[in-house]
């Protein structure tokens, strides 16, 4: 200022000259010098790396008028040269006009290439004789608000810089910097923005399908981590601690409440192996349940379906695997009982959610089968095409009596990443409230707004989230709304309601999502459990936790862990499978069959704690000529065994011939379905020998004989009585006198002794001995008639649990 006092005027051409020259002289040492200096790019003379800037807090977070904005942080030297002459700088850029220039800014936050905008400077700096490498030092400057200079309305770039110089580089410059943002709006807005914050409730898949044997059914979980998430500092813990204060929509997952539920009682935990160990959080639970049962006393809740179904992995994989829908509806139907019955309320069940609220026509058509009419979408998923300048509010008609109800994908986004540093966490709530103004000051119409974040924040993200939205709720720009007032908002007439096609569906999302073979597994276990249960006397204890356990299999929280996710799918496969041999027949060994008919015992066991009804048990013959069951090729009959008891059931066979026989038992549901594994056995007829057979062809040969001689007497008595005839025919002599002798058998006399006498060789009646020959013949016919059903039925002693041992020999 003095040397521009001393030039006056315009000068003469003379004076220039001498100007000129004197500058040169006076410049030429440190030309010099600077000549022996390393060349230094551009980036080498301003090193973003040379000092790093945190920004730790800023408060208020957006400031008001007649305010002090108070800004603490630390500078850490990172290069190997001590920062001489170090001094803490507050800048303020140009307000920034739109939404997208927001963005630009964040991208490069510590960039010295890019404006640093206008240091405050005076007293409202920091200074620091030597910054030591590697050495953290702290600041603290406030500033009224008066001097940050702000101007109209909107959103400030902020930031703090560290200035200094090196051995290497000695000249004051600014060696690091850190931005942010600073919304301004100095009154309240004459249009306030309605603002919905979804804050989700939801955990990982915590809970197996096992239960205990005893009538409680104690549930056995994955893991301890849930206790760790409801206990005090947990993630969930912080969730529930933080959200109580705030105006936001919470969106519960019923399977996280069922899972606490189930800690507050006896549980046990997955140790290794297959063993287990007792739960011992259940005071944990009963808090974390109370405190959440106050926290949504008079807030609007949200259940989605149960354990949080991946509706896109659903719609792009499960659909066309048969009864994969059916799972969403069971999902969507025990929601709401489940959040009435642990936190008192009534849920809405009217909202689907797609992960990141990415949505194609197939993932709206599934998310609306099970009932819901609203789904949350997102903004850049359902992109504007239509050249709006401004962001519309959230609700869509998109056809078919459903809306869509779009989140604003900055908002919803600006949480994400590592916000463990104080540093990232400060700088993502300013970008968040900057552009929620920005937002609101692009006209001035009144729009609906809704916040969706990631499903499972961290407990980092979790505290910045409740910091930005408790700036929120005291801003001058913007108000709370429900979820519910949001969905039935007046849609804007220009916003899109263009469902994407497929091909737009993001190819990262799609990589993480469930595969078909996981929705064809879910379907083969659903099959089993239909066919079991039909058996069971108290279906409930085996169709509850199997149901519940098949939602969590097509958990969302199952993204990028495909492997969990498999292994947990085949533990619960696998955990049915041993619950369903519980129910099986004993295995028999060869049995030998003592005669042609006799009784063969086959043994149902349960180990169940219930007993099964229900079930048929077949008998079936290989070889039914050989071998009959109840006198014919299998015979079936009716089972009922109760919990943890055996049956013996007993089949009538009957043997038409000697060898080996292959019979096979096996169990059928009464709808004819298959149930467990077959038993093959042996029976091998032993009795029928050829003794017996010879015994047989000689009765039968007998009575051949038998009528053989009666056909040759009775032909040799007619031929007497023909002969006797003849002579009665010659009449008397004349004396009148009978011959003396008597007339001869043609055979001789032998031959009519023969015929006149019994097998004694006692004189007989031919006709006597024809009864005992036909007496003999029908006893001896009578012996091989098969079995009357008024004959005694024969049985067999009780078989025991344990196999038939080698030779079993089953009684006539």
Do not use: C
């Amino acid at each position: 200022m003095a040397e521009a006092a001393d030039f006056q005027g315009t000068p003469s051409p003379a004076r220039r000259w001498l100007r000129r020259t004197g500058a040169l002289l006076a410049s030429a040492p440190l030309l010099a010098a600077l000549a022996q200096l390393p060349a230094a790019t551009p980036a080498q003379a301003a090193d973003s790396d040379t000092v790093s800037v945190a920004l730790d807090s800023l408060s208020p977070s957006a400031p008001s008028d007649g305010g002090t904005v108070t800004v603490s942080g630390t500078v850490t030297n990172n290069g190997k040269q001590a920062v001489t002459g170090a001094h803490v700088d507050l800048r303020v850029g140009s307000r920034l006009s739109a939404r997208s220039a927001i963005d630009a800014a964040a991208r490069h936050p510590d960039d010295l290439q890019s404006d640093l905008g206008t240091a405050i400077g005076g007293k409202y700096t920091e200074d620091f004789d030597s910054l030591v490498p590697g050495v953290a030092e702290h600041f603290s400057i406030s500033v009224p608000v008066d001097k940050l200079d702000l101007g109209q309305d909107g959103v400030y770039p902020f930031g703090v810089s560290l200035s200094g110089q090196t051995s290497a580089q000695p000249w004051d410059q600014v060696l690091g910097i850190q931005r942010t943002f600073l919304p301004w709006q100095s009154s309240e807005a004459d249009t306030q923005t309605r603002t919905t914050f979804l804050w989700p409730l939801i955990s990982d898949v915590h809970v197996t399908a096992k239960t205990g044997a005893g009538e409680l059914q104690t549930p056995v979980f994955l893991d301890d981590d849930l206790a760790k998430e409801i206990s005090p500092g947990g993630r969930l813990a912080q969730m529930l601690a933080l959200g109580k204060d705030l105006d936001v929509t919470w969106v519960i997952d019923p399977d996280l409440l069922a899972s606490v539920d189930a800690m507050t009682r006896s549980y046990r935990v997955q140790a290794s192996g297959d063993g287990t160990t007792a739960g011992t959080h259940q005071a944990v639970a009963k808090q974390f349940l109370a405190d959440l049962q106050s926290s949504v006393a008079d807030k609007e809740v949200v259940a989605l379906p149960f354990a949080d179904p991946d509706l896109a992995s659903l719609a792009h994989n499960g659909t066309s695997v048969t009864g994969s829908l059916s799972h969403l509806k069971d999902a969507t139907d025990v929601a709401a009982t489940t959040v009435e019955t642990v936190l008192h309320v009534t849920p809405s069940t009217d909202f689907a959610w797609p992960v990141n609220g990415a949505v194609d026509p197939s993932i709206i058509k599934v998310a609306t089968s099970a009932g819901a009419d609203k789904v949350i979408a997102r903004s850049d998923s359902l992109q504007e095409t239509g050249g709006l300048s401004y962001t519309p509010s959230a609700a869509r008609p998109i056809g078919g009596g459903t809306t869509a109800v779009v989140a604003d994908a900055r908002l919803s986004t600006a949480f994400q990443g590592d916000l463990t540093n104080a540093d990232s966490n400060t700088l993502a709530v300013q970008q968040f409230l900057a552009q929620s103004l920005a937002l609101n000051a692009q006209n001035d119409k009144q729009r609906s707004i809704v916040v969706a974040p990631q499903r499972m924040p961290s407990s980092a993200q979790i505290q910045a989230m409740a910091t930005a939205i408790t700036a929120l709720q005291d801003s001058n720009w913007s108000q709370p709304q429900d979820l519910a007032a949001a969905a039935k908002g007046k849609p804007d007439p220009g916003a899109t309601t263009k469902i994407p096609s497929s091909s737009a569906y993001p190819s990262w999302l799609r990589k993480q999502e469930l595969p078909r073979t996981a929705f064809e597994q879910i379907a083969r276990t659903q099959d089993k459990l239909d066919n079991f249960q039909v058996i069971l006397t108290n279906q409930s204890r085996v169709v509850t936790p199997f149901g519940r356990a098949i939602n969590r299999e097509m958990s969302t929280s199952w993204r990028g862990r495909a492997n969990e996710a498999a292994t947990f799918r085949t533990g619960v496969e696998s955990w049915l499978d041993s619950l369903i041999g519980q129910v099986k027949l004993i295995d028999k060994s060869e049995t030998k069959l003592s005669g042609r008919s006799a009784t063969i015992p086959v043994t149902v066991q349960n180990n169940l704690v219930q007993g099964v009804d229900h079930l048929v048990l077949r008998l079936r013959s290989t070889m039914p000529t050989r071998l009959e069951i109840g006198g014919k090729a299998y015979y079936e009959q009716p089972v009922e065994v109760s919990g943890g008891h055996t049956q013996s059931v007993k089949f009538s066979t009957s043997a038409n011939a000697n060898g080996r026989v292959e019979v096979i038992a096996q169990l059928y549901t009464e709808d004819g379905q298959e149930f467990g594994a077959p038993v093959q056995f042996d029976v091998k007829v032993t009795e029928v020998t050829p003794t017996v057979m010879l015994v047989i062809g000689g009765g039968v040969l007998l009575l051949v004989l038998a009528g053989f001689r009666m056909y040759t007497q009775r032909k040799r008595a007619a031929a007497r009585r023909a002969a006797e005839g003849a002579e009665e025919g010659d009449g008397p002599d004349e004396a009148g006198e009978e011959t003396p002798d008597a007339p001869r058998s043609p055979e001789g006399p032998e031959a009519l002794a023969d015929a006149e006498s019994d097998d004694t060789g006692r004189p007989g009646n031919s006709h006597g001995h024809e009864d005992r020959l036909q007496e003999e013949s029908e006893a001896r016919s009578g012996a091989d008639d098969p079995e009357q059903p008024s004959d005694p039925t024969p049985d067999t002693a009780p078989e025991s649990a344990d196999p038939s041992g080698t030779g079993e020999r089953v009684d006539r």
